[in-house]
């Protein structure tokens, strides 16, 4: 009888072995029935309030068959910051990417910003963390980047096996599209772990407010795109063995017009190093002139609140970082710094309420979504607030990545695990 069973054994094991291969020569992959996949999906500025609106039927199904919270995000409550620290589980202060905007004296002559492609693609202002991409790749398991800050950089000397330089235009469907057919590819690697960029909500709500209809419409788009990315796992058996974790960077708050102020009217800015304006101000006072630059921001100021570096509130876990300028001020929520000389060049959005972020992650309205659903998640589990650097480890454990040693826990999101 047991010689019967090893040859039914092995009848089976080869038929399935030819059905592999006939599928992979049809140009399709087929998931080995034990396969495991983690998706990060980030839609940016995405606030956590935005679900359950009856917008999100896509994001409200996975929430309530999975696990779902409020998620506060690190200071400064800005985009390249927080994307870093999701997936590197450290901080600003400790993965070096401490603002949009940035200058380090190792790196002379060079501001990093967001459209600063070569600095973007320069590692030295990555390499101060590793993102658990790197470590996947390292371990020998196969990591892909559907857009992520950082992605588009050779990090330790890693890149993911599969990543796409940052195209905005790009349809969000088109992304998920993309995403699809790297795991169609018979030619390619079986990835264990990808993430997923979304940027419209984020892109409506500066220009029209978090609460417009143009921001409303963003959402919807995003839940639909993420119904695309829910059939076509189903579609390739692979739904039921991937772990979807959605994820903002951080929230959106209404700026009106009004409350854009220029920064000239406290400090003299010939006598400083200004590199950051917005919601977060950074600046760093010329030499001779740091106890006049002092004296006008240190003090008790309308809608603004400034520090030395090394006096930042440690609730913010900021300011050791050599990246971070000498003085960090922070606006109150729904005001916004700038200066003369911005405020009189010609802009598409001069005159209009807008929205906003940066502000101060314990307020309301920077807190970011959060859901996780799959075979790693327990199903109807609504998390108590969380700070975004535990998604890390709960990343590692779901995808078997064996992460860095970074500044979260599983403390409160390891409730959601299996």
Known sequence: MKSLFRVLALGATLGAALLLSACASMGERVAAPN?????????????????????????????????????????????????????????????GIVNNVMEDEHIPGVRFSMSNADAVHDQRWWNQALPLWVSA?????????????????????????????????????????????????????????????????????????????QARAAVVEVDQAMARLVEGLKARGRFETTDIVVVADHGMAAVPASQRWP????????????????????????????????????????????????????????????????????????????????????????????GQHGFDPYDPAMLAAFIAHGPSIKPGVVLPMFDNVDVYPLLARVSGVRPEKGDGSLKVVGQALR
């Open 35 to 95: 396969s495991r996949l983690t998706i990060l999906v980030s839609s940016d500025g995405f606030r956590a309030d935005y679900l359950g609106k009856g917008d999100t039927p896509t994001l409200d199904a996975l929430a309530a068959a999975g696990a779902r919270g409020g998620m506060r995000p690190s200071f400064p409550t800005l985009t390249f910051p927080n994307h870093y620290t999701l997936i590197t589980g450290k901080r600003p202060d400790r993965n």
């Open 263 to 354: 920064l000239d009217d406290v400090v003299d800015l010939s006598k400083v190093r200004l590199v950051t304006t917005g919601a977060v101000v950074g600046l760093t006072p010329l030499p001779g002139h740091e106890a006049e630059v002092e004296a006008a921001l240190l003090k008790p100021l309308p809608h603004l609140t400034c520090w030395k570096k090394g006096q930042i509130p440690k609730r913010y876990h900021y300011g050791r970082n050599p990246r971070v300028p000498a003085i960090v001020c922070l606006s109150e929520t729904g005001w916004y710094v700038t200066t003369r000389k911005m405020m009189a060049k010609p802009g598409k959005w001069d005159g209009l309420d807008g």
């Open 137 to 213: 790749e390292k371990q020998g398991l196969k990591a892909a980047a559907m857009f992520w800050p950082g992605s588009e950089t050779e990090i330790d000397g890693v890149r993911p096996s599969r990543w796409m330089a940052f195209n905005q235009a790009m349809p969000s469907n088109d992304r998920v599209d993309t995403l699809l057919a790297w795991l169609d590819d018979p030619k390619g690697p079986e990835l264990r772990l990808s993430t997923l960029y979304f940027d419209i909500v984020d892109t409506e709500g500066h220009h029209y407010g978090p609460g417009s209809p």
